[in-house]
């Protein structure tokens, strides 16, 4: 663990050494972003579209179609960050809005359930959100929505134990052949084990008792161990094939989620072992990914472009994890601190307030942005604003 610290903190005094140490206002900065996210992609924000309730994939209305889903689970889950951050309704009035609107436009229009898409993983992240929605209001119907979700569509994709070459695993796709992806189950493994802790929350409308999520979770983070985990690095592999091979690719937000899982056991059960692989896997990430000139790599739109918010959002969690050691604690504080000094100081527009997936370049405010790419500055910029209350 030491070794591990060690290695942190010298790669964390090595980062961007040129960059301009300026202290900023992170919580204004904060609001500034989720303003931009609301006037430029929410979609009720123009005059001709006042019951738009969904974000637009690109700002100026460049493009309006409503294919992609599971950006919906985190733009919303900015806005709760928002509210939660500063108790403003403002943010708390999109919940019912968005609650309707991600449904409405959900293009797979399975009549027993709108809210039904065919990638398991975009189901996981809007249930997540559901569930931080109704941590955030205390409204219930998010809450039984999410439990519903879960239990129909989600750990039904689950594989026996005994049927080769999986063993397990939360299948990626259900229309096409299987594949068991680092991004189908450790969001799992996390809806799991956060509704066991809402297992005595309106008992009637939940199907699973407390012991039951918690056991899902545990053989959901067992089966990644076993087969998307490397234990000497931290890496987490991206997925399995049906003829039992794995994709050894390490992507950010797998590294994330898969940490999240790690540390929710390691709070259920106590057991320090899960928290040490929280640890490894986000080692991994700072270790390994941290070169693009003292930050991680540029992305600025499709689906990889939100990855990196993804990790911020549960790396900023384990920082205020007091199980920990503190060196270790004020290390993730301080990375996440100095990637946002580099996004504020040379990756955000000031005029637009849009961040546009180049940490070292601001997109130009007469060019559309991607939703993805600001979500995740927004991600980066809440989390620091959060571990900065702390």
């Known amino acids: 663990m030491i070794k591990g610290i060690l290695l942190i903190a010298c790669l964390f005094f090595s980062l961007h050494a040129n960059a301009q140490e300026t202290a900023h206002d992170w919580n204004k900065i904060a609001d500034g972003m989720v303003a931009a996210l609301i006037k430029n992609f929410w979609g009720a924000s123009f005059k001709e579209h006042p019951d738009r309730y969904f974000f637009n994939k690109m700002s100026q209305q460049a493009d309006m179609a409503t294919n992609d889903y599971w950006p919906q689970a985190h733009a919303m889950d900015v806005i709760v960050d928002a509210y939660l951050r ?13 609650f309707e609107g991600v449904p409405r436009f959900n293009y797979s229009k399975r009549k027993e359930d709108p809210w039904w898409k065919v990638y398991v993983d975009d189901m996981e992240w809007v249930v997540l959100t559901q569930i931080r929605m109704y941590e955030a209001s205390g409204r219930t119907v998010y809450l039984n929505k999410a439990r519903q979700m879960y239990a129909d569509w989600i750990w039904t994709q689950w594989c026996p134990e005994h049927e080769a070459p999986f063993h397990g695993g939360i299948t990626w796709k259900t229309d096409i052949e299987p594949s068991k992806n680092a991004c189908s189950n450790a969001p799992a493994a996390i809806i799991a ?17 407390r012991e039951e999520y918690l056991a899902e979770a545990v053989r959901i983070v067992s089966w990644m161990q076993a087969h998307l985990y490397d234990a ?22 797998n590294q994330g989620t898969f940490l999240g899982a790690c540390h929710e056991l390691f709070r259920l059960t106590g057991n320090d072992d899960y928290l040490r692989i929280a640890e490894k896997a986000a080692e991994f990430i700072i270790k390994y990914k941290t070169n693009n000139n003292g930050a991680l790599s540029n992305s600025e739109r ?27 604690r004020e290390q993730y504080k301080a990375y996440l601190a100095r990637l946002a000094a580099i996004l504020v100081n040379e990756g955000l527009n000031h005029e637009t307030m849009l961040y546009g997936g180049k940490w070292h370049e601001a997109p130009p405010a007469d060019k559309p942005s991607s939703l993805n790419a600001h ?16």
């Open 302 to 328: 499709g689906d990889g472009a939100l990855f990196h918010g993804i990790f911020f959002r549960y790396l900023a969690k384990l920082a205020l994890e007091p199980a920990i050691e503190t060196e270790l």
């Open 193 to 209: 084990a956060r509704l066991a802790q809402f297992a005595d929350v309106d008992k009637a409308h939940d199907r699973k008792s």
């Open 86 to 98: 500063t108790h403003d309704d403002k943010y708390l009035a999109m919940f019912d809005q968005w």
């Open 232 to 253: 000497n690095n931290g890496e987490v592999f991206d997925n399995m094939k049906k003829d039992g091979s794995i994709r050894k690719a390490a992507f950010t937000y």
């Open 375 to 390: 979500v995740t500055g927004c991600m980066l910029l809440e989390a620091v604003s959060l571990l900065n209350q702390k």
